[in-house]
T-cell receptor, first 114, second 112 residues
Framework: NAGVTQTPKFQVLKTGQSMTLQCAQD?????MYWYRQDPGMGLRLIYY???????DKGEVPNGYNVSRLNKREFSLRLESAAPSQTSVYFC?????????????FGEGSRLTVL | GEDVEQSLFLSVREGDSSVINCTYT??????LYWYKQEPGAGLQLLTY?????DMKQDQRLTVLLNKKDKHLSLRIADTQTGDSAIYFC????????????FGQGTTLQVKP
C-alpha cells in the first residue's frame, strides 16, 4: 500500500522556469492538500481540494496553481519559479476535510530555485 | 486570528520524560493534533484530542489540554533515541474550511 506518492523528490530550477509537482494517493480519500515547509515556519497550506472537481486557496497560494485531475491525483504547478519558492513541498490526503480525519503525508519534494 | 506557537528546540537524555508545549489562539478549535516528522520523511499523526477532553493517554504519550489557557502539551515518558524528530501541534477549526493550522515544530533531540 503506497499511501501518498509525490514526484519528483528533488528538483532544481532556475528563476522563471516552470514545473509541476505530482501527487497521487491510493486510499480513496476525498480531500487532498499541498503544503510547503520552511525552517521555523511549520507547514503552510498552499491549496486544497475537498473533493474531486473542487479546489480552494489556502494561506499562501500566490505563485501556484493546482489541478485535481481525478480522485487520486492532485498536482501543483509553479508557472514562473522564484527563489522565494525554494522549500520542501508536501502533499497530503484525508478522508474528510480537516475534522478528526487523519492527514496522510507524502515524503516531500525538495525544490530549489536558483 | 489563527496562530499556533511552539518552542523550536528541546534536548533531553534517554530515559527522561520530554514535554513539548504548544499554545493556540482560536477558541473554536475542536480537534488538536500532534504529528511527528522523522528526518527526510513526511508527517505522521501521533495522537489527537477532542476539545472537550482534558487529557488523553496512549502508551508512553500523554496529551494535556488546558482550554482556559489555550495550552496543549505532549509528554513522552521514557524518551528513546528513536523519539528524536520534529513534533508539530496543529488545530482544526470548524467553519473555516476545516483546515489544519500547524505550529512551527519542536525539534526533540534525545541524547544517549
Amino acid at each position: 500500500n503506497a499511501g501518498v506518492t509525490q514526484t519528483p523528490k528533488f528538483q532544481v530550477l532556475k528563476t522563471g522556469q516552470s514545473m509541476t509537482l505530482q501527487c497521487a494517493q491510493d486510499m480513496n480519500h476525498n480531500s487532498m492538500y499541498w503544503y510547503r515547509q520552511d525552517p521555523g515556519m511549520g507547514l503552510r497550506l498552499i491549496y486544497y481540494s475537498a473533493s474531486e472537481g473542487t479546489t480552494d486557496k489556502g494561506e499562501v497560494p500566490n505563485g501556484y496553481n493546482v489541478s485535481r485531475l481525478n480522485k487520486r491525483e492532485f498536482s501543483l504547478r509553479l508557472e514562473s519559479a522564484a527563489p522565494s519558492q525554494t522549500s520542501v513541498y508536501f502533499c497530503a490526503s484525508s478522508e474528510e476535510r480537516g475534522a478528526a480525519g487523519e492527514l496522510f503525508f507524502g515524503e516531500g519534494s525538495r525544490l530549489t530555485v536558483l | 486570528g489563527e496562530d499556533v506557537e511552539q518552542s523550536l528546540f528541546l534536548s533531553v537524555r534517554e530515559g527522561d520524560s520530554s514535554v513539548i508545549n504548544c499554545t493556540y489562539t482560536d477558541s473554536s478549535s475542536t480537534y488538536l493534533y500532534w504529528y511527528k516528522q522523522e528526518p527526510g520523511a513526511g508527517l505522521q499523526l501521533l495522537t489527537y484530542i477532542f476539545s472537550n477532553m482534558d487529557m488523553k493517554q496512549d502508551q508512553r504519550l500523554t496529551v494535556l489540554l488546558n482550554k482556559k489557557d489555550k495550552h496543549l502539551s505532549l509528554r513522552i515518558a521514557d524518551t528513546q533515541t528513536g523519539d528524536s524528530a520534529i513534533y508539530f501541534c496543529a488545530e482544526v477549526i470548524w467553519g473555516n474550511t476545516g483546515k489544519l493550522i500547524f505550529g512551527q515544530g519542536t525539534t526533540l533531540q534525545v541524547k544517549p
